[in-house]
């Protein structure tokens, strides 16, 4: 509840920052981290603790909207995997391992260019590239049990292999389905990032994490470390938070794993 709490509180913050509260204050450019200014200010006097709470929450949308997209293509794709015939598993997992087999920031990155850039480029990109692993695991799952009794019997019956799936399998798959969304989400926002960060994600007048560690790599040999410390931390800080959030939800929705 306290992660929770933390990425909602984020998100509220964010929407309550304006455009003015970013804007230039060169009477205030360059300021150390203080009580008026907790992260300090940049070379345009903007205030680096409201640019990296907006930055983050853009990350928080898109990294959630991605990984929502990429965890649907999942759950279609290892469900077809598991409930079609043989010909489409195997189309299936070749088309998992090229995905796998390709480095996912070069992926992302030939992808959001090809989509066009900025946030939708990012957002396909991402999608197209974080569903494979979730696909695995929901096939494992969907073979498990496609020989089950009762699985059996509905077949029997006449039922379709959708029917069969949304009444038989996603039940089963559900626990491991939610994990796996949520174990997804920090990877999606590293990758925002680190896209953002070399110029192919966001525009670069966009508040995001990616451009305000970019922008102040430049300062970093005249000392002025506050500019990439803070922001680079609070990313950091979210990640770990968000999977430690996806550990506990393990536990809870795994009781092998709870017993260990």
Not at 102 to 126: D, F, K, N, T
Not at 176 to 202: C, K, M, N, R, S
């Amino acid at each position: 509840m306290v992660i929770v709490a933390f990425v909602l509180l984020i998100m509220i913050s964010g929407s309550m920052i304006t455009d003015e509260m970013l804007a230039p204050d060169f009477s205030q450019k360059n300021q150390l981290p203080s009580l008026k200014h907790l992260f300090g200010t940049d070379w345009l006097g903007r205030d680096m603790f409201l640019r990296t709470i907006k930055g983050l929450q853009n990350s928080i949308i898109i990294g959630s909207i991605a990984s929502i997209i990429s965890s649907i293509i999942a759950l279609i794709v290892g469900g077809l995997a598991g409930t079609m015939p043989k010909w489409v598993d195997h189309i299936v997992r070749i088309s998992i391992d090229l995905v796998m087999g390709i480095p996912h920031l070069i992926l992302i990155i030939l992808i959001s260019v090809l989509a066009g850039r900025g946030v939708r480029g990012l957002l396909i990109g991402i999608a197209l590239t974080h569903w494979t692993s979730l696909a695995r695991i929901v096939r494992s799952e969907v073979l498990q049990v496609r020989n089950d009794h009762y699985v059996l019997i509905s077949r029997r019956f006449g039922k379709s292999n959708f029917y069969i799936f949304k009444e038989h399998m996603i039940p089963i798959v559900l626990p491991q389905y939610i994990i796996g969304l949520v174990l997804t989400f920090p990877h999606a926002i590293l990758h925002e990032a680190a896209v953002t960060f070399l110029g192919f994600g966001l525009s670069p007048e966009a508040p995001a994490i990616g451009i305000i560690l970019s922008e102040s790599m430049k300062y970093l040999v005249n000392g002025v470390w506050h500019l990439a410390f803070f922001p680079g931390l609070s990313l950091v800080l979210l990640v770990l938070l968000i999977n430690k959030l996806g550990d506990n939800l393990s536990l809870l929705l795994n009781p092998h794993l709870a017993r260990e």
